[in-house]
């Protein structure tokens, strides 16, 4: 993974009905770096005026505009999926050192056209990588976690643990805790209730993620980390509250997204793991009602430019 030194830092806005250009605004009036900002030029011109931005670090690229209208609109989906583009592809190109997205909406991106299961699975596919070829993580200031698999109905997460996967997810929270110089423990967690308690409840944890865990030992003891599981994920996420772990992996979206959200509401980074370059999110949706008051708090957006900051010193 390849950054280029000195290169600004990429943001599609998002919904352009959403909080995405307020926050965005807000952000880069916090956070003293350089932006390629892809929405609707116009909007994200008066929104950078109203969070007094130093126009010289901001170079907006318009992709067409959008429309407040507050809700999901099939023109705002068109518009910020175009945004969305032409970002990866700036990035690709080497003309950003990493990506930052703010808050799209699903049904406004189906609604235009394009059948739309969410930005990492986008971000997959444009860099001809398999959806399950990356890893969704958050990273907040107490909870890091890694997913092995993401937006599948709970019917369908057993079949889809498998060694490949668990160990793709456990080697790229590894690599990005390195990265950010976080060591110490890190917790593999079963899938079923206590662990399978030794196959009385499911045999995926002996047989599939088990063997992965011993496997990688040697080598997340050579990046300063101890590998441990696979074990209960209840005891795993509240020793995970106690800041006693550097990371967890685990197994579906809401085991993992669950404990994220009451650790580290409004502070969690989403980041895509495994692509060519650094992509992190904002951890909240496009907050339609929020965006019709005319306020937003832009703390998540934020974290999104730190992290990416620090993953591409």
């Avoid at 916090?30 to 126009?55: C, I, P, T, W």
């Avoid at 592809?89 to 930052?100: D, I, M, P, T």
């Avoid at 990005?176 to 423990?185: I, K, M, N, S």
């Amino acid at each position: 993974m390849a950054e280029r030194s000195g290169a600004p830092l990429a943001i599609s806005v998002g919904d352009a009905g959403g909080i995405g250009p307020l926050v965005t605004a807000a952000a880069c009036a916090k956070v003293d770096d350089h932006y390629l900002v892809f929405g609707d030029a116009e909007q994200m011109r008066a929104e950078l005026e109203r969070a007094n931005v130093d126009s010289g670090r901001v170079q907006l690229i318009d992709v067409g505009p959008g429309e407040e209208v507050f809700a999901p609109s099939p023109k705002n989906g068109a518009q910020q999926l175009a945004a969305l583009d032409a970002a990866i592809a700036a990035v690709q190109r080497g003309e950003a050192r990493a990506l930052v997205t703010g808050p799209t909406s699903k049904r406004a991106i189906t609604d235009a056209g394009t059948p739309f299961t969410g930005q990492t699975e986008r971000l997959a596919a444009a860099c001809g990588l398999a959806p399950d070829a990356v890893t969704m993580m958050f990273f907040g200031p107490v909870l890091r976690v890694a997913l092995v698999t993401t937006h599948l109905a709970i019917a369908q997460v057993p079949r889809a643990i498998t060694a490949a996967r668990v160990e793709r997810a456990t080697r790229h929270l590894i690599d990005a805790l390195a990265r950010v110089e976080q060591r110490g423990d890190v917790w593999v967690a079963g899938l079923n209730p206590h662990a399978g308690e030794g196959g009385l409840f499911g045999d995926e944890e002996p047989k599939v993620i088990g063997p992965v865990v011993d496997a990688l030992r040697g080598e997340a003891r050579l990046s300063g980390m101890t590998l441990k599981g696979p074990g209960p994920a209840e005891s795993i996420f509240r020793a995970a509250s106690r800041r006693e772990l550097a990371g967890v992996v685990a197994m579906f979206h809401d085991q993992a997204t669950i404990a994220s959200k009451l650790l580290d509401w409004g502070a969690a980074v989403n980041m895509t793991y495994g692509l060519p370059f650094i992509r992190t999110s904002v951890d909240h949706g496009v907050a339609y009602d929020a965006r019709a008051r005319g306020s937003a708090d832009a703390d998540g957006m934020i974290a999104a430019i730190e992290l990416a900051q620090r993953m591409t010193r």
